[in-house]
C-alpha cells in the first residue's frame, strides 16, 4: 500500500511523532573529540580487507548441524515477540536482550509512520541493503526470488515477500540488488567516505523506504568503539533524513579470532543502544547464533554465516545454518515495518520497557540486568554536580553527568564504554554507588575492570574543554566478561 493510502488515524498521529522524533534525537555526525593526551578520537585508520577470508558467496551446509532451529518453533514461527511491558518507568526506552526482535509499541509505531509520512518520495516496496561482506553473499536474500524458498510454515510472511519482489530497485527486485553499499571487508567508515560515499549512491540510486544494516565484524578487529559508534550513528542519521528506515543488527560471534569475539557483545551493545535512541528496528542476530552447533558458521573460515541451500529454506534443517538465520530474522523485521509503516496497523507490542530513575545522584537510572545498552543526552539528562573524579583524573569533568545503578551478585569483570555524539565529549567512569569524587575507574571512551559484589554506578560525564563543557547524546554499553 503507498503511502498516500494509509489510513488517516495513522497520519493523524504521524505529525505529533515526528515532532517529538525531532525533539529527542540530534543529528549525529562523525567528529573528532578530545582524548586526554590530545589526539583527535576520530578513528586514523582506514578501511581494509579480510586478509584471508574465502568469498561468501554461499557455501552449503558443511557441519552436519542437527536437525534443530535457532530457537524453538513457538519463538521463530510469529514476529511479535518482544519481551515484557512495562508501563510504570519513563526513563529511556530500553531494548530487551531476551528477544530476537525490538518492540514496537503504540508511541514507536507511530514514531516510525511519522518518519515515513515526512518523505513521501520513498518507495515503499524497496529497501537497501548496507554491509560488510555477510550482506554481499549471495545467500543473503537474493534465494528469496531465485530460490529454493521453504517459509517453514510461515504463511504470514508471504505478503511480504510479494510485496517486495514487486518493487523496482534500479532495474532489478531488492533481493537480488548488488548493492553499491556493501563490500567485502569494509567497516562502517568505508560506506561513509568519498564523494559520494558509497551510502549516498545506493539510497540516491533506489530511493529505498527500507533498509537492512550490519557493519562490525570487521570494524571489531581493528576499530575502537566510540568510532564504531559514531559511524553507525551517521548511516542511520543519513538514512533517516531522506526517509529510508533501517533495520539494525547485532552482528554474529567471531570464532575465527578470540580477541575480536570479547569485543563484539560491546560493539552489539552499541548498536542495540542506537537503534533504541531512535526507536528503530533491531534484530538480534548474535543471540540467535549461539545456541547453533558451530554458531551457524562456516568451518571454512569460523567467520561468515553457513547456507544451507542458497538461504531461504526456513525449515528447522535450514534454520541450523547461520545465513538462513539472518534471512528469517530480516525477512520477519521487514513484515514488522510492513505492517506498522504501510499497512498502519496500530501496534505491535502493548509496551515498550524504559529505564527506572532520572539519571541524577538522587535517583539514578537502575539497570535491570547485564548486560545493558543505554542512551543519553547530557543536554537535558542529568546534572552537573561533580567537576573532577579525583580518585581516577584531574580531568575538567564539570559538564552534566548521568548515572546508571547496578548490581553485582559475585565479583565480575566489567566493561564499560560511550560512544560521544556529534559536538558531544563524554567520559565514562565506574564509582562506588552514591559517589561524588571516588573513582574505581575512567576513560574517554572504554574502561575495562574488576569489581567486587555490590552497587555500583556507571557515571556519564562530560568533559569541558577549553571553550566550556561539551554535552551531548551518547551511547553506553555495560557488558560482563
Known amino acids: 500500500m503507498s503511502s498516500s493510502a494509509r489510513t488517516s488515524r495513522s497520519r493523524d498521529r504521524a505529525g505529533c511523532a ?189 530511493s529505498p523506504r527500507f533498509a537492512s544494516l550490519m557493519y562490525g565484524t570487521n570494524d571489531s578487529g581493528f576499530v575502537d568503539l566510540d568510532s564504531y559508534g559514531r559511524n553507525m550513528t551517521s548511516i542511520v542519521e543519513q538514512m533517516l533524513a531522506v526517509g529510508t528506515i533501517p533495520i539494525l543488527s547485532s552482528i554474529p560471534p567471531r570464532d575465527d579470532d578470540a580477541a575480536a569475539d570479547l569485543r563484539v557483545p560491546v560493539f552489539n551493545a552499541l548498536v542495540r543502544a542506537l537503534a533504541a535512541s531512535r526507536g528503530l528496528p533491531f534484530v538480534d542476530y548474535h543471540r540467535e547464533l549461539l545456541p547453533l552447533a558451530g554458531h551457524g558458521l562456516t568451518s571454512v573460515d569460523h567467520l561468515h554465516p553457513q547456507a544451507y541451500m542458497n538461504g531461504c529454506v526456513l525449515s528447522p534443517t535450514g534454520l541450523a545454518a547461520g545465513a538462513n538465520v539472518r534471512n528469517l530474522l530480516v525477512l520477519e523485521a521487514l513484515e514488522r515495518l510492513r505492517q506498522v509503516v504501510l499497512v498502519g496497523t496500530d501496534a505491535l507490542d502493548a509496551s515498550a520497557p524504559h529505564l527506572a530513575g532520572a539519571g541524577t545522584s538522587a535517583d539514578p537510572y537502575v539497570v535491570p540486568s547485564l548486560p545493558f545498552a543505554g542512551h543519553l543526552d547530557t543536554r537535558t539528562d542529568g546534572e552537573a554536580r561533580v567537576d573532577r573524579w579525583d580518585g581516577c583524573s584531574t580531568a575538567n569533568e564539570s559538564g552534566p553527568e548521568v548515572r546508571f545503578r547496578f548490581h553485582l551478585a559475585a565479583a565480575t569483570r566489567v566493561t564499560a564504554a560511550v560512544s560521544s555524539g556529534a559536538g558531544a565529549d563524554l567520559d565514562v567512569h565506574v564509582v562506588p554507588a552514591g559517589s561524588t569524587g571516588a573513582c574505581q575507574a575512567r576513560d574517554n571512551r572504554q574502561v575495562d575492570v574488576d569489581l567486587a559484589a555490590g552497587d555500583w554506578e556507571l557515571v556519564i560525564d562530560t568533559y569541558a574543554g577549553a571553550s566550556g563543557p561539551l554535552p551531548g547524546e551518547g551511547l553506553v554499553a555495560l557488558v560482563p566478561r
Open 18 to 206: 515526528l515532532l517529538l522524533v525531532l525533539t529527542l534525537t540530534g543529528c549525529v555526525t562523525e567528529i573528532g573529540t578530545h582524548d586526554d593526551a590530545g589526539p583527535s578520537r576520530a578513528d586514523a585508520r582506514g578501511p581494509h580487507d579480510d586478509a584471508g577470508v574465502v568469498s561468501d558467496t554461499g557455501v552449503v551446509s558443511d557441519t552436519g548441524a542437527s536437525d534443530a532451529g535457532p530457537r524453538d518453533a513457538a519463538s521463530d514461527a510469529g514476529a511479535t515477540d518482544a519481551g515484557p511491558g512495562d508501563t510504570g518507568p519513563t526513563g529511556p526506552v530500553l531494548y530487551p536482550y531476551e528477544t530476537r526482535h525490538s518492540p514496537v509499541d503504540l508511541a514507536i509505531a507511530d514514531a516510525l509512520r511519522a518518519r515515513a509520512a515526512a518523505h513521501p518520495d520513498r518507495r515503499d516496496d524497496v529497501f537497501a541493503k548496507v554491509g560488510d561482506s555477510i550482506t554481499v553473499s549471495t545467500a543473503f536474500l537474493a534465494c528469496f526470488v531465485t530460490g529454493p524458498v521453504d517459509l517453514g510454515g510461515r504463511d504470514a510472511l508471504t505478503a511480504t515477500l510479494t510485496h517486495f519482489r514487486a518493487g523496482d530497485a534500479a532495474g532489478t527486485d531488492p533481493f537480488r540488488r548488488v548493492s553499491s553499499a556493501a563490500g567485502i571487508g569494509w567497516s562502517a567508515s568505508r560506506a561513509l567516505s568519498g564523494s559520494p560515499s558509497p551510502l549516498t549512491e545506493e539510497l540516491d540510486a533506489l
